[in-house]
């Protein structure tokens, strides 16, 4: 599948998470700029850099038949010239199952380039239990220094 152009960071990800949910590993390549420099880390795993790298973990992702659904919450946007930065907390539940897995945070990267909206990079990590909730819009950041 040729790669896609998406006009706003935010069409680029409802079609990463779109893609992710339907298991097609093409339309979420698809999402990806066309660059070596791209990468990826999935919860618990190592860096993963370049195209083909990634393609291949999602392929196993994919291969494991796991059928999950997504609900992004908590959603922080950044975005500066070329560049737009997202921080989501993902809460996937796998059809079939009932309880909910634990939330996942994720920072997801995009880049303009030649006049559309694709994704750079995307990092998830597990969420501690005790900020299992989004903080709330007015809560204050603790202090970890």
Known sequence: M?????TTPQEAEQAF???FQRADLDAL?????E???VFCVHPGGARLTGLAAI???FRQIFGNG???RFQLRGVQQIRGGLLAVHSVYEYITLVGERRQADPVIATNVY???GGGWRM???HASPVANAEAEPPSENAKPALLH
């Open 2 to 6: 040729a790669a896609a152009s998406f």
């Open 17 to 19: 998470y779109e893609a």
């Open 29 to 33: 390549m698809a999402v990806w700029t």
């Open 35 to 37: 660059d070596d420099d």
């Open 55 to 57: 393609r291949e973990s």
């Open 66 to 68: 796991a059928n999950m």
């Open 111 to 113: 880049a303009n380039a």
């Open 120 to 122: 750079i990079g995307h």
